[in-house]
Each structure stands twice: as C-alpha cells, then as structure tokens.
C-alpha cells in the first residue's frame, strides 16, 4: 500500500475495480488485422548505429524516421520508412495525438523496431542494419486504437486504448511477432469517459526483470495496475490495481535501482515508488515540477526528465539510490513538449514537440541541458514515439 502523504498532495479516493468476468473472456478474443505483411529477408542480429527513431503517426499512412546521430549530438535524416499502417488521434488531443508514452519500441536483441499503427489495429516489426529499416512483418493488436508497447527479452506487450482498454502479449521468434495464446487481458476502463485523451490508458511497461507488467489509466480510475508475468509469457488473470487517486499517472519508467517513476499530471509531479513483488506498490517521493501538463518521464540513469506540455519545457530531476527526488531546474523547448529519449551512453537527450520538431540537448554530469539543434519530422505533427540508440 502507498503511504498517505504526497508532499501534502492529496486527492479523493477512486476506487474503479476491474470485472473479473471481463478478464476471464479476454483469452478467448481473437487477434485482428492482417497476420503477416513481410516484404524482405530478416535481419534479425543486425542492430541499431547511433540513430534516433522518431514515429510520425499521420493518419495518412504511419512511418517511422530514421536519423543518424553525430558524435556532436546533431541530427540528419537518413530515411523514413512506411509502416503499413495509419497512425490515429485520440478525441480532444491537441500535442500528442495517441495521448501516451512509449508507442514505438526496441528489441535490442534481435535488431528489431516494434512500432503501433493506432488508426488500423496494427502492430509493424522492422529489422535494422545501421540506420535502415526493413519491414518484416504487420499484426493486429488484439485490440481496438494501440498506444504504447513494451519490450522484454523474447517478449513483447501491446496496450490497446479504445473499447476499455486491453493488453496483448507476443513472442519473438526469427524477427517476427507470435501471439502468445491466453495472454489478451481486458481492463475494464471506462469507454465513455470524457475527454478521450485524458480518459484512455497511458502506458505499458515491464518491470525490469521482466516479472510484472505495469498499466497506467491516466483519469479513468486514476489507477496504476500491475500484472504478474508468468514463465510462458502469460499475465495474471487480473491486476493488482493500485488506486493513485487525483494523480493521473502518465508515463513511467525505472530508475537505476528498479524504483518505478511515474509521470503524474493531475498533481504536475514526478513520483518514485517501491514496486513489490505482489504487485503493490509504496510511495517513495513525489516532488512537483511547478510546470504545466507534466505526462512524459524518460531516464537517462540516475538522472529523470519530465516533459510538460503545457509549459514548453523539460525538468530535470537528480534521484537517489533510495529512490528520492531532487529538483534541478527547467529547460525550455519548442511548444508542446511530448516524449523524450537518452542515448544509452547518456549523453545526449530527444525531445519530441507538439510541432514535429524534435529538439537535441547534451546533458551534462549533473544534468543541465543544452540545445544543440532540432530537426523538424516530416509530416510529423502531432506525433508520439521517440528511441535514441
């Protein structure tokens, strides 16, 4: 259980439960659109250069672009890849039109990019050599408008956001994706809830060993929900639901000692948290960024960045081996800041704006940012998804 206080932030108590019978159906639904779209030989065990991935999500026909990065930091685009589907909009969004974090995602393993096609129920898989990307495979999400997609070792998790909400698990296996049978979990949400971009799920991810899949319901329930990961790859029969309430939990990630990091934009506020192995959860820290629209978190190791959308600017934030926050201070950005991403060497810092325009920061040791430069994404307006390699 969280502890009460939140730097005396505190709201009403919801308490949205999930219909067990709901989540009982969901092994039975069928995965929709096309299984398999493959147009070139895999080359799975190629691997990413120094490339920043952006997604465009237009809903004219979804692509992802591909940039090379200097040893400077600056960007050049070297292609832009169809995914073979259409991007979406969620109702009432405005930056970031799938009103989520984490929408295109990186296989480290096997070389490959995992990419969602919201206005067609589609998931696209891509292999990468260098800075080239090869389309090998389009599959439905097991569900209706996909936002976001987590990445762990063979497995892959598909967050569906329309209809209530769903999740779907794969298999990687020679650079495709295989459903993994029993795994699509109904989250009971609200479908009518309103506005849309506020009311529809936020996030999926895994907890760093791979054992947990963690759920954020931004408004609607104001819930952040943990499945148990099993040996196959298939989810607990329901989640722990962890009631967050007034919050909005947004985007996470972890930082370097497995604390999961919560975005939280009804209290504009970056939030640690202990994550048990039953699946509950206790608050650590939680410390306001005093900025406006605060929905995107992304790590750069013992340093976090939040996006805030509605300030224009990017916050930094130090944290402790223990899990604690420290405030270090705001970067401006171009409007509507979105998604972020940090090389894995940490030294350089993407972020995508409401605009297309993704800006370029080098990150000092002790965290302060500098812009570099921007490119502008094209036919990216309004888009979300952002890897740097």
């Not at 250069?49 to 685009?77: E, F, H, I, K």
Request: hydrophobic share 40%.
């Amino acid at each position: 259980m969280k502890t009460p206080t939140r730097h005396g932030m505190a709201g009403t108590r919801v308490t949205a439960m999930l219909g067990v019978a709901a989540l009982a159906g969901a092994a039975a639904l069928a995965i929709a659109g096309p299984a398999v779209a493959a147009t070139v030989p895999h080359d799975f065990f190629g691997g990413a250069g120094p490339v920043v991935l952006v997604q465009t999500d237009n809903t004219a026909g979804n692509q992802v672009v591909v940039y090379d990065r200097a040893g400077d930091g600056t960007l050049s685009q070297a292609g832009a890849y169809a995914t073979g589907g259409l991007g979406g909009q969620t109702a009432g969004s405005a930056a970031d039109h799938l009103s989520s974090q984490g929408s295109l995602g990186y296989d480290r393993r096997d070389g490959l990019v995992v990419a969602v096609n919201a206005g067609s129920n589609t998931v696209s898989v891509f292999g990468i050599r260098g800075d080239r990307l090869s389309l090998h495979q389009v599959i439905g999400s097991g569900g209706t408008f996909p936002v976001s997609v987590a990445v762990h070792g063979d497995m892959v998790y598909v967050l569906n956001a329309e209809n209530g909400g769903s999740v779907q698990g794969y298999r990687i296996s020679f650079g495709r994706l295989f459903p993994i049978p029993g795994s699509n979990r109904l989250l009971g949400l609200d479908p009518t809830a309103t506005p849309q971009f506020t009311h529809t799920p936020g996030q999926v991810a895994f907890s760093p060993d791979g054992s947990q899949l963690i759920v954020t319901t931004k408004a609607n329930g104001n819930d952040i929900d943990v499945f148990g990961v099993g040996f196959d790859g298939s989810l607990s029969a329901s989640p722990v639901v962890n009631s967050e309430p007034g919050t909005v939990p947004f985007g996470v990630t972890f930082d370097p000692a497995g604390h999961l990091v919560v975005a939280e934009t009804g209290i504009n506020a970056v939030a640690t948290y202990a994550l048990n192995p039953d699946g509950t959860m206790a608050l650590i820290d939680a410390v306001p960024t005093g900025q406006a629209a605060t929905c995107w978190v992304a790590s750069d190791g013992s340093l976090l960045f939040a996006s805030n959308a509605g300030s224009a600017t990017e916050s930094g934030f130090s944290v402790s081996a223990s899990g604690h926050l420290t405030l270090l201070g705001q970067t401006a950005t171009d409007p509507a800041t979105i998604d972020a991403s940090a090389t894995s060497g940490g030294q350089f810092l993407y972020v995508q704006t409401g605009p297309g325009i993704v800006d370029e920061f080098a990150v000092a040791p002790a965290g302060s940012l500098t812009e570099i430069g921007s490119v502008t994404v094209p036919n990216g307006s309004g888009a979300e998804g952002i890897v740097a390699l």
